[in-house]
C-alpha cells in the first residue's frame, strides 16, 4: 500500500508540511497518491541509522547478503499487479516493459546474491612472510576489498525499477555491505515507495539491522544536496541529466572529505554507417535504427542519437529509407510532460539551427503527452563547427551527418564528448579500410558495437556500461553488471595479523573456499 | 650530465627566463647546477606530444612495454655514481639510502615489466553469444582494461628515486600505456634530469615514440597548474601534502572534464598500544618506536606520528623510556631547510597547544639543517576536544595520548581522520577484548598492522598504500605494488566485434596466454 511517506529506517514518517503527487502521462492527469517530503531531521535520522547499521552491516557474511539480495527480488516479485499497475500508471509506459523492467531488476539483485555468496569478489591477496629474507624480514600481507560506508541512490526517471530504489546502484552498494539512501525519483515515487517497502520486508525477515536502507521522497533538488553533503554520506550513484549529475559531483568534490561520485550521465551514442553496408543493406539497418532510435520513445541512455556516414549515393538512400521507416512508427507516450516539453523544447532549438535540413518531423496529430519522432541531416563541416550540434535530445530523435571523407570522419570522433557506446555498421571487412575511425572511436567510449543496435545492455561481466566523461563522471567504473560492486569498496590490508583475528576470506585455511591470490598465483587452496 | 633544461620529449629545452638551484642541506648551500622553468608553450608541447605518442604507444604490446621499462631500470643503474652523488647532494640523505632507493626503483619498473609481459592484468572478460536464447539472443561481449592518456606526475621531496621520476606512479602508467609528463620536484630537479635522461635513453633504444615521456622543471606552482588544467591531461599522479595535494584534486574536479588525481597525502599513522604488550615487552617496544619515529628523519608518509595508549603504570613507563631512548637517537639532516622550518614551526606550535606535556624536546646542539626529534603527550579527553592535536607534524615527531578507558580510545579513533596505517601492539590476545578499537581503526586505515612498525611499505600485490581522505584523494587505489597500474585504466567492451579485429588479450585462440574469466570462469583456454 501507497502511504506517501518516507522510510527512515524501518519506520514511515512524514512529518514535512511539502508534498507531491505523480502524474500518469496516458491519462494527462495526477496520480491520486499523495508524497510528503523527507524533512531534513528525517533525512539525518536516515543517515544516522545507515551509519549505525554499517557497523554490523559490514560484518555481515556474503550468505547472510545473499539471503537479504534474494528475499527483496522475492518481495518486490511478492508485490505483484500493485507494483505493475503503479509502474505504468506513474511511467506511462506499457505493461510488457514494466514486467521486463522487473524481471531485470530481480535478475540483478540474484546475481549480485550469487557474487557475495561465492565471495572470491573481495579479491583476496596474500604475500607470505619470510622471516629470512635480507636485509630485512618479509612480512605476512594480506588485503581484500571492504565496504566505504552509507551510499546515497538517486533513482533514475526512465528505468523505475532497473535503475531506481531496488536498480544496480542499490543491489550492488548492499552487496558490498553498504547500507544505503535511496532519494526517490520524484516521477515514480509511488513505484519506489512499493519497492522499498519490499526491501525493508526483506531487511526485517532476514534480520538486517534497522538503517540498512531508508526511502526519501523529495520534488525538488534540496534533499539530494543534504544528502551528498553529509558527512556519513560516503558515495554516490546517479543515473540522469548531465546537468544533474555534474552537480552532484561538484558538491561531492567540494566536501571537506571528497567523496566518489557514479554518475551515468548524457550520451548520444554514435553510430558509424560504412558505404559498402549501406549498398548491401541499407533498407535493412534503416529499418533496423527506425526501430532503435523511437525504442521506448527514445527514452534510452543508449539511444542512437547521432549517425555518421560518408556521402554519396548509398547514404542517401539510407537517408530517405530512415525517414518513412521513422514516419511508420506509432508515436508513443513519453514518461511525463516535463521530459515531454523539454524534448519539444530541445528538438525545435535542434531543427533552427543553421545548415541542418529535416528528413522527418512527425507532423499528424497525436495523443496528449506522445512525443513526436524526428531526423535531420547536417554536413560533417556544419557539424565539425558547431558543437550544438553534438548536444542530446532525450527522445525519438536522431541526427545523421553526412562527410567528405574518412579523414573528416575521423576528426569528428575525436572531438566528440565522452559517450557510452560506438557501433560500426559495416559490411565483412569494411571496417579494415577504417583503423583510425575505429581508434578514434575506442577512445570515446566505453562500448564499442560491430553491426547492431546500441539500445539494449546486456546484464553480464564482460559489460560496460560507463564511459568518458560526460558519458560518465568516472569512466573506470560502470553502472551493469558484478562489475559494480567495485564503485562502493575499497582494499584494506593485513600486516603480520594473528590468522584467528583475520576476516575469514583471508584466513590460512580459506574456510571460504573462495579464489585468492596467493604469492601471485591465482588459487582456491589453503596456506 | 645535469643541463638544467627541460626534455621536452626527446628534446633538451630551456627558452624561458626563471631559474633556480638545489640546495645541499649537509653542506648547507646551493648546488652547482642551474635549472631553467619550463615555460608554458614548452609544457604545451610536452602535452602535444605526449597526446601524438599516446595513440601509438597504446598499441604497444606488452612485451614491447616490459622491454621498455627493464631497459629504464638498467638505464637508471648505468647513471652508476653521478645519480647517487646528486641524490645525495640534493637530498641530505646517505648513500646507503640513496642506493636502497635507487633498488626499490629499479625493482617497480621490472615488476611492471613482468605484469605486462605476462598480460592477464587487462582483466579480460568474455560472454559467448548465445543466438537461441528467449526472448532476445545473448550478444556475443568481450571486456579489457584500456590505458586513459597522458598523465602527470609530481615527483615527491622525500622520495628523490622511488616515487618521483621513475617512481611507482610513472612505471604504472607507462606500464599502462600512458604517456608521462613529469613536473620535477624543485629540490632534487639535478637527481630529476638524470634520470629522465635515461628514461629517455630507454625510449630511444626500444623505439618508443617520442612524447612518451618529458620532464619539466618548476620551483614554484604555474607549472603544476597548467599541466593539470591541460585538456589532453587524462590523470594526475602526486605525493605530497594535503594542502598541495588537495588543491590539484580541486583543479581536476573544476576542469569542463573532470580527471582523477591520485594524491597520497598526510597521515598520523596512529598505534595502539595496549597494557599487557607495553607490561611484558614495553621498553623493547620503546626502542624499537624512537628508531622508528626518527627513520629517514621522520620523513616517511608512515611516520607513527600518534601513540594511543590506555592511562597506567605501564603506559607512563612506556613514555619514559621512549623519551630516554629518543634521546640517545643522533639527529639528522632534513631534506631541505624548508622543510626544516616547516617542521621546526609545526612542532612549536604543537608543544605550545594547551593540555600537552613534554617528554623529550631534544636540545643539544645540532649541525645546520639537521633535525631536533621531540615526544609530547596529552590526555584523551584533551585529543578528542582539540583537532590541533591530529595535525601532521612532518619529521621526527610523535604524540603519546593517554585515554581513560578502551571507550575513549574507540571514539577517538572512530573520530580520527582517515590514515595509510593503523598499528596494535599487544600481547598474545590481549587484542580481542578490544574488538570496538580494532573495527573503529579498519575503517579509517589502508593498512592495520600488528606488533611491528609503521615504516617500511613492502611492495608487494598485497600491499596497500593509501587509504580514507586524506591520507589519499582516492582510498579505492594504492600507490604502491603492480596494483597501482589500476589508476590509469578504463575498461573497454566489445560487442559482436570480428575475432581477427579484435585486440589480442580478447581473441579466441588467447595468443597472448593470459588468464581471462570465460563465461564466469577464469581460464588460459581457448575458445
Same mark, same amino acid.
Given at each position: 500500500?501507497?502511504?506517501g511517506?518516507?522510510y527512515?529506517?524501518n519506520?514511515?514518517?512524514?512529518s514535512g508540511s511539502?508534498?507531491?503527487k505523480?502524474?500518469?502521462?496516458?491519462?494527462?492527469?495526477?496520480?491520486?497518491?499523495?508524497?510528503?517530503?523527507?524533512t531534513?531531521?528525517?533525512?539525518?535520522e536516515?543517515?544516522t541509522? /545507515?551509519?549505525? &547499521? $554499517?557497523k554490523?552491516?559490514?560484518?555481515?557474511?556474503?550468505?547472510?547478503?545473499?539471503?537479504?539480495?534474494?528475499?527483496?527480488?522475492?518481495e518486490i516479485?511478492?508485490?505483484d499487479?500493485?507494483?505493475?499497475?503503479?509502474?505504468?500508471?506513474?511511467?506511462?509506459l506499457?505493461?510488457?516493459?514494466? !514486467?521486463?523492467?522487473?524481471?531485470?531488476?530481480?535478475?540483478?539483485?540474484?546475481?549480485?546474491?550469487?557474487?557475495?555468496?561465492?565471495?572470491?569478489?573481495?579479491? /583476496?591477496?596474500?604475500?607470505i /612472510?619470510?622471516?629470512?629474507?635480507?636485509?630485512?624480514?618479509k612480512?605476512?600481507?594480506?588485503?581484500?576489498?571492504?565496504?566505504i560506508?552509507?551510499?546515497?541512490?538517486?533513482? &533514475?526517471?526512465?528505468?523505475?525499477l532497473? #535503475?531506481?530504489?531496488?536498480?544496480?546502484?542499490?543491489?550492488?552498494?548492499l552487496a558490498?555491505g553498504? =547500507?544505503?539512501?535511496?532519494?526517490?525519483h520524484p516521477?515514480? @515515487?509511488?513505484?519506489?515507495?512499493?519497492? &522499498?517497502?519490499?526491501?525493508l520486508k526483506?531487511?526485517?525477515?532476514?534480520?538486517m539491522?534497522?538503517?540498512v536502507?531508508?526511502?526519501?521522497?523529495?520534488?525538488?533538488?534540496?534533499?539530494? !544536496?543534504l544528502?551528498?553533503?553529509?558527512?556519513?554520506?560516503?558515495?554516490?550513484?546517479?543515473?540522469?541529466?548531465?546537468?544533474?549529475?555534474?552537480?552532484?559531483?561538484?558538491?561531492?568534490?567540494?566536501?571537506?572529505?571528497?567523496? =566518489?561520485?557514479? /554518475?551515468?550521465?548524457?550520451?548520444?551514442?554514435?553510430?558509424?554507417?560504412?558505404?559498402? &553496408?549501406?549498398?548491401?543493406?541499407?533498407?535493412?539497418? %534503416?529499418?533496423?535504427?527506425?526501430?532503435?532510435?523511437?525504442?521506448?520513445?527514445?527514452?534510452?541512455?543508449?539511444?542512437?542519437?547521432?549517425?555518421?556516414?560518408? @556521402?554519396?549515393?548509398e547514404?542517401?538512400? $539510407?537517408?530517405?529509407t530512415?525517414?518513412?521507416?521513422?514516419?511508420?512508427?506509432?508515436?508513443m507516450?513519453?514518461l511525463?510532460?516535463?521530459?515531454l516539453s523539454? #524534448?519539444? *523544447?530541445?528538438?525545435k532549438?535542434?531543427l533552427a *539551427?543553421?545548415?541542418?535540413?529535416i +528528413?522527418?518531423d #512527425?507532423?499528424?496529430?497525436?495523443?496528449?503527452? #506522445?512525443? !513526436?519522432q524526428?531526423v535531420?541531416?547536417?554536413?560533417?563541416?556544419?557539424?565539425?563547427?558547431?558543437?550544438?550540434?553534438h548536444?542530446e +535530445?532525450?527522445?525519438? $530523435?536522431?541526427?545523421?551527418?553526412k $562527410?567528405?571523407?574518412?579523414?573528416?570522419?575521423?576528426?569528428?570522433?575525436?572531438?566528440?564528448?565522452?559517450?557510452?557506446?560506438?557501433?560500426f555498421?559495416s559490411?565483412?571487412?569494411?571496417?579494415e579500410?577504417?583503423?583510425?575511425?575505429?581508434?578514434?572511436?575506442?577512445?570515446?567510449?566505453?562500448?564499442?558495437i560491430?553491426?547492431?543496435? =546500441?539500445?539494449?545492455?546486456?546484464?553480464?561481466?564482460?559489460?560496460?556500461h560507463?564511459?568518458p566523461?560526460?558519458?560518465?563522471?568516472?569512466?573506470?567504473?560502470?553502472?551493469v553488471?558484478?562489475q559494480?560492486?567495485?564503485?562502493? +569498496?575499497?582494499?584494506?590490508?593485513?600486516q603480520?595479523?594473528?590468522?584467528?583475528?583475520?576476516?575469514?576470506?583471508l584466513?590460512?585455511?580459506?574456510p571460504?573456499?573462495?579464489?585468492?591470490?596467493?604469492?601471485?598465483?591465482?588459487t582456491?587452496d %589453503?596456506i
Amino acid at each position: 500500500m501507497i502511504t506517501g511517506k518516507n522510510y527512515i529506517g524501518n519506520a514511515l514518517k512524514g512529518s514535512g508540511s511539502k508534498t507531491f503527487k505523480t502524474f500518469n502521462p496516458q491519462l494527462n492527469k495526477e496520480t491520486s497518491w499523495q508524497f510528503i517530503e523527507a524533512t531534513e531531521e528525517e533525512l539525518k535520522e536516515a543517515v544516522t541509522l /545507515a551509519w549505525d &547499521a $554499517f557497523k554490523e552491516f559490514q560484518k555481515t557474511t556474503g550468505t547472510q547478503k545473499a539471503t537479504f539480495l534474494r528475499a527483496i527480488a522475492d518481495e518486490i516479485e511478492a508485490l505483484d499487479n500493485e507494483l505493475i499497475e503503479t509502474y505504468c500508471a506513474e511511467s506511462g509506459l506499457p505493461e510488457g516493459r514494466a !514486467k521486463g523492467e522487473r524481471g531485470r531488476t530481480c535478475f540483478q539483485l540474484r546475481m549480485f546474491a550469487d557474487l557475495v555468496e561465492d565471495g572470491s569478489w573481495v579479491d /583476496a591477496s596474500i604475500d607470505i /612472510a619470510n622471516k629470512d629474507r635480507q636485509p630485512n624480514p618479509k612480512p605476512d600481507l594480506r588485503k581484500m576489498l571492504i565496504p566505504i560506508g552509507p551510499i546515497a541512490v538517486f533513482g &533514475a526517471s526512465n528505468f523505475p525499477l532497473a #535503475y531506481s530504489t531496488a536498480g544496480g546502484d542499490t543491489a550492488s552498494a548492499l552487496a558490498a555491505g553498504c =547500507p544505503v539512501v535511496v532519494k526517490s525519483h520524484p516521477m515514480h @515515487a509511488g513505484t519506489g515507495e512499493l519497492v &522499498a517497502s519490499a526491501i525493508l520486508k526483506a531487511a526485517k525477515n532476514t534480520k538486517m539491522p534497522n538503517g540498512v536502507f531508508s526511502n526519501l521522497n523529495s520534488s525538488g533538488i534540496e534533499v539530494g !544536496k543534504l544528502l551528498v553533503n553529509h558527512p556519513l554520506i560516503k558515495g554516490v550513484g546517479f543515473t540522469g541529466s548531465i546537468g544533474g549529475g555534474r552537480a552532484l559531483f561538484n558538491m561531492a568534490a567540494e566536501r571537506e572529505e571528497p567523496i =566518489p561520485v557514479f /554518475a551515468e550521465m548524457g550520451s548520444i551514442n554514435p553510430v558509424i554507417v560504412l558505404p559498402k &553496408a549501406l549498398k548491401q543493406k541499407g533498407k535493412e539497418w %534503416a529499418k533496423k535504427y527506425a526501430s532503435s532510435i523511437t525504442l521506448g520513445t527514445g527514452q534510452f541512455c543508449t539511444n542512437p542519437g547521432l549517425i555518421l556516414g560518408i @556521402a554519396g549515393e548509398e547514404l542517401e538512400d $539510407f537517408i530517405s529509407t530512415l525517414g518513412e521507416e521513422i514516419e511508420k512508427v506509432e508515436p508513443m507516450c513519453m514518461l511525463n510532460p516535463g521530459i515531454l516539453s523539454r #524534448y519539444e *523544447e530541445n528538438k525545435k532549438k535542434m531543427l533552427a *539551427e543553421n545548415d541542418v535540413s529535416i +528528413v522527418t518531423d #512527425y507532423s499528424s496529430n497525436v495523443p496528449q503527452n #506522445y512525443a !513526436k519522432q524526428a531526423v535531420i541531416t547536417a554536413d560533417g563541416e556544419s557539424f565539425l563547427k558547431n558543437p550544438q550540434l553534438h548536444q542530446e +535530445v532525450f527522445g525519438p $530523435f536522431s541526427l545523421v551527418v553526412k $562527410f567528405q571523407n574518412k579523414e573528416q570522419l575521423t576528426e569528428a570522433i575525436a572531438n566528440l564528448e565522452g559517450q557510452l557506446t560506438g557501433t560500426f555498421i559495416s559490411e565483412d571487412n569494411e571496417v579494415e579500410d577504417y583503423g583510425d575511425v575505429v581508434h578514434a572511436l575506442q577512445n570515446r567510449v566505453g562500448r564499442v558495437i560491430f553491426n547492431g543496435v =546500441p539500445t539494449g545492455v546486456e546484464v553480464c561481466t564482460a559489460m560496460q556500461h560507463g564511459g568518458p566523461y560526460p558519458a560518465s563522471t568516472d569512466s573506470r567504473f560502470g553502472a551493469v553488471g558484478v562489475q559494480g560492486i567495485q564503485r562502493w +569498496v575499497r582494499p584494506l590490508s593485513f600486516q603480520d595479523w594473528p590468522n584467528h583475528l583475520l576476516p575469514d576470506a583471508l584466513k590460512n585455511d580459506n574456510p571460504l573456499q573462495i579464489l585468492r591470490t596467493v604469492n601471485g598465483d591465482k588459487t582456491k587452496d %589453503a596456506i
